[in-house]
């Protein structure tokens, strides 16, 4: 493991005004959000569209790495380019999912842990050799009457243990994602009580197996009610405990924190990072990973009009550059 290295790939990540973008979108969850909008779920559609996402002019400006999926990684542009080769032409740093999706979790109804460890380490390999530098691995807990449950948070952290040693041996950096889903009714303290405890069950197993937290990164779900919940929270409170809940259970020497979107309102997720900000004096460097909070208005106008790939290339860039301004809390939200 070079430390330096993965240290290095970090400080390039969370670097401000800069964030990532999610473009990770497995087979299934591309399928579904291309149906909403009657698109074939093709893989030459697949490609035409990640194709506009990838060379997006000037996005360099606000987003510092792409995470791809492995068909994505493996794809290039209609004139030839690879697409990896188009990232790096623009200095963003290559990133791949390498979880292979959930499995339910057996004697625990409606939970879910991550798969995808079979193969890893050569799957790590072959991706380092296409230019990736860093990975992501998402495990979903779903907050219900007796879930997530202790076995189902401690499952989920062992195997987030054995994905980020794979990675960091092999110097890529592991975004370790565990994803509190929004969908339910609970109300915001209880997804906090959810996620704190979490994340200390996350956190202890990596510090125990000695995986190097300056070289690895949060990527985590805001602290929100369920989004079925009446009790809707406004801004100042949902960063306030965020904020709280991860000062208080994340600790300060990892490399940085990331969110993703989760099916927040785009406006509110970009609102919630920039309040985040301004509130200011954080431990760790703190940005965004979103996929669809960044992607919906590009997909929308691309999938009503395919030929027009500048004006979806155009609101994509402001979507980048919204969360950007918001990554340093210089956002103005205009209606
Ligand atoms: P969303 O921002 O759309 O939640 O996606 C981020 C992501 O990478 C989920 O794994």
């Given amino acids: 493991m070079n430390t330096d290295k993965l240290k290095e790939t970090v400080a390039r990540l969370v670097k ?18 291309f149906l909403k909008l009657g698109v074939p779920n093709i893989e030459d559609k697949r490609r035409e569209y990640r194709e506009l996402l990838i060379t997006a002019p000037k996005i360099e400006k606000y987003i510092s790495g792409y995470i791809l999926f492995d068909e994505t990684i493996n794809q290039e542009t209609v004139a030839g380019k690879s697409f990896v ?36 380490e050569k799957r790590l390999k072959e991706y ?17 009457v007796n879930t997530p449950s202790f076995d189902c948070m401690e499952k989920n952290a062992e195997i987030f243990v054995k994905y980020a040693i794979l990675c960091q041996k092999n110097d890529i950096v592991p975004i370790v994602e565990p994803e509190i889903l929004i969908d339910g009714n609970h109300t915001i ?20 197996a000695n995986v190097f937290m300056p ?8 602290v929100l009610s369920g989004k ?9 409170k949902i960063a306030e405990i965020t904020l709280k809940c991860l000062k ?7 490399g940085g924190i990331v969110f993703l979107s989760g099916g927040q309102a785009d406006a509110d997720a970009t609102m919630n990072i920039n309040e985040m900000h301004k509130m200011g004096d954080l431990p760790w460097p703190l940005t965004f990973s979103y996929g669809r909070a960044i992607q919906n208005p ?6 009503k009009n395919p030929a027009d790939v500048s004006g979806a290339q155009k609101l994509l860039l402001q979507a980048a550059k919204n969360n950007s301004l918001a990554s340093t809390g210089e956002y103005k939200y205009k209606a």
């Fill in 248 to 254: 208080e259970h994340v600790p300060a020497d990892i």
């Fill in 215 to 222: 070289g690895i990164i949060l990527k985590t779900s805001m």
């Fill in 228 to 236: 079925d919940s009446r009790d809707k929270s406004f801004t100042e």
């Fill in 16 to 33: 401000p005004p800069k964030g990532i973008l999610a473009i990770d979108e497995s087979f299934n969850t591309c399928g579904e959000r």
């Fill in 298 to 303: 590009a997909l929308e106008s691309w999938a």
């Fill in 128 to 144: 380092k050799e296409l230019g990736a530098t860093f990975a992501k691995w998402r495990a979903v807990y779903r907050i219900g």
């Fill in 189 to 208: 303290e209880k997804c906090y009580q959810v996620t704190a405890r979490n994340l200390d069950m996350v956190f202890s197993k990596l510090r125990s």
């Fill in 85 to 120: 080769s188009v990232l790096q032409s623009k200095g963003i740093e290559v990133g791949i999912k390498v979880d292979a999706g959930t499995t339910n979790f057996s004697g625990h109804e409606g939970e879910k842990i991550t798969k995808g460890l079979d193969g890893l």
